[in-house]
């Protein structure tokens, strides 16, 4: 599976951005048998969970410096996963990965370690 993120860019403090992640080489529908995750990582820090989404509905998980402004959803039709990210903040800055693993129903992950397919990345950056 190869993933790749979209939509980051430059927005002040306040604003919003919708992430993407589209994956290919998952055909037939197996995108469905993937959780999905998001993660970002700020210049000398350590990668960070923000938020994962597991195969069923509303099988969510956020970190809680993101929660309740940021919004993980994901459309198996398209092979896609969203990061709505709204209310942004100057330490919401970093470069943003999307990730998958195969996995259970009920199953949902929030360690960088738990997955095994990563995509290059997008740079979000909010001024103050």
């Known amino acids: 599976v190869q993933l790749q993120a979209s939509g980051g860019g430059l927005v002040q403090a306040g604003g919003s951005l919708r992430l993407f992640c589209t994956a290919s080489g998952a055909s037939g529908g197996t995108f469905g048998r993937y959780t999905m995750g998001w993660f970002r990582q700020a210049p000398g820090k350590e990668r960070e969970f923000v938020a994962a989404?597991?195969?069923?509905?509303?099988?969510?998980y956020y970190a809680d410096s993101v929660k309740g402004r940021f919004s993980i959803s994901r459309l198996n039709a398209k092979n896609t996963v969203y990061l709505q990210m709204d209310s942004l903040k100057p330490e919401d800055s970093a470069v943003h990965y999307c990730?998958?693993?195969?996995?259970?129903?009920?199953?949902?992950?929030?360690?960088?370690?738990?997955?095994?397919?990563w995509g290059k990345g997008t740079l979000v950056t909010v001024s103050s």
């Open positions: 989404h597991g195969r069923s509905a509303g099988n969510t």
């Open positions: 990730a998958a693993k195969p996995s259970i129903i009920t199953a949902i992950y929030y360690f960088p370690s738990d997955y095994d397919y």
